[in-house]
T-cell receptor, first 115, second 111 residues
Framework: DTAVSQTPKYLVTQMGNDKSIKCEQNLGHDTMYWYKQDSKKFLKIMFSYNNKELIINETVPNRFSPKSPDKAHLNLHINSLELGDSAVYFC??????????????FGPGTRLLVL | QKEVEQNSGPLSVPEGAIASLNCTYSDRGSQSFFWYRQYSGKSPELIMSIYSNGDKEDGRFTAQLNKASQYVSLLIRDSQPSDSATYLCAVVTSGTYKYIFGTGTRLKVLA
């Protein structure tokens, strides 16, 4: 009964490919997030959705496109993968409106390696 | 200036000692502060949250917040080798309500 799950756990792909990472939470939370953690362990927010609506969209290349089919799912599609996209991508969720006073619950991460 | 700053470490302490982890932030209007622990190859997990000035204790962990000086710290009493991990400070910015993480402090507790 995993709270926040991500698939795949590992993703190794060639430059230029398009790939997707899926995230699902069964906590009944309203807000979901995508974070990127680089090799120096810096964890940076990319996107946030509240009830399927985009509320945070950081300065990331438009090759990254999030999609939230419902409030329990937030997927990340990446076009034309580049070497610099190699990182660990974490999905997270929080209970309500994402107004910052809530704990975030993280998924296990997806380790992306672009060759 | 980085929005949330932490010393990357490693901070090495002997088993049983107090580990002191510090974090400073730049947004004076921030109201919510969190400490997460991240073991190597794992996802971050919440240790403590703190919203008011002063100390907040939970078992061996104490979070301290000083909004005037814009710093938040985490004390770990009776440190154990199992506490060895990277500790991430997170600050929620005023207005945009974004979580901003520091780069983390790597703690090593020596047996």
């Amino acid at each position: 009964d995993t709270a926040v799950s991500q698939t795949p756990k590992y993703l190794v792909t060639q430059m230029g490919n398009d790939k997707s990472i899926k995230c699902e939470q069964n906590l009944g939370h309203d807000t979901m997030y995508w974070y990127k953690q680089d090799s120096k362990k810096f964890l940076k927010i990319m996107f946030s959705y509240n009830n399927k609506e985009l509320i945070i969209n950081e300065t990331v290349p438009n090759r990254f496109s999030p999609k939230s089919p419902d409030k329990a799912h937030l997927n990340l599609h990446i076009n034309s993968l580049e070497l610099g996209d190699s990182a660990v991508y974490f999905c997270a969720s929080s209970p309500a409106g994402g107004l910052g006073s809530e704990t975030q619950y993280f998924g296990p991460g997806t380790r992306l390696l672009v060759l | 200036q980085k929005e949330v700053e932490q010393n990357s470490g490693p901070l090495s302490v002997p088993e049983g000692a107090i580990a002191s982890l510090n974090c400073t932030y730049s947004d004076r209007g921030s109201q919510s502060f969190f400490w997460y622990r991240q073991y190597s190859g794992k996802s971050p997990e919440l240790i403590m949250s703190i919203y008011s000035n002063g100390d907040k204790e939970d078992g061996r962990f104490t979070a301290q917040l000083n909004k005037a000086s814009q710093y938040v710290s985490l004390l770990i009493r009776d440190s154990q080798p199992s506490d060895s991990a990277t500790y991430l400070c997170a600050v929620v910015t005023s207005g945009t309500y974004k979580y901003i993480f520091g780069t983390g402090t790597r703690l090593k507790v020596l047996a």
